[in-house]
């Protein structure tokens, strides 16, 4: 590989964003009258019930409420200071906007299994590194070009900054995507004027590639 363009992301879960993934997945498990197993565990602290099959009432009323639960870290406060939900989205008011948008995107999720993974996310989790971060990004030879979004409230900018600081001297460079979209703005694309930030991006990068 010799170029690497993560954007919107981190190559280690932070604590803080365990704890956004730990609430909105209580919320869900609530509805099944369970609770977490921990914040970097992928279900049920009562072992002895959780292989029971969730009820369709059960799946509808979490999910619901883990969409209600994420719409607050999606997008970011200015997105909703601007009413974007309603000028971009077309929605009435905000409660047509959790409903209509957020426990609909959140219904077509899965269940708990994925948190597991994402709650524990950590690259330098695998031979040679076992668990030295700054190890593991001195390890990437692959040009890097990392780019967080600036309202992005579970991948800010600092985070990003550390990682590239912790690389070899040139090989990570970091550029912040200026938006008000929150994480959104990394996909799924609804952004236009983020989109065509990132596509002007990749260009540069793949036509200096070219020119050596």
Known sequence: MDYAVPFCGSAKTSLHNQVFLEGVKSAMLAAKGQSSAGSTQGGY??????SREWTEEEKQVGMKAFGRGYAGW???QAFYRTRLHEKHYGYKDLESFLKGFWETWACSKGKTESFKYHTGG?????E?????????MQGIKAKTLVLPSNTDLYFPPEDSAYEVASMKPGIGRMDVFPSIWGHWAGGPGDSEDDLKWLDDHLRKLFAGSETK
């Open 45 to 50: 602290s009562v072992k002895t019930t959780s």
């Open 122 to 126: 950590d690259c330098s989790l695998q």
């Open 74 to 76: 999606g997008f970011s």
């Open 128 to 136: 040679p590194y076992n668990g030295n971060f700054e190890m593991s």
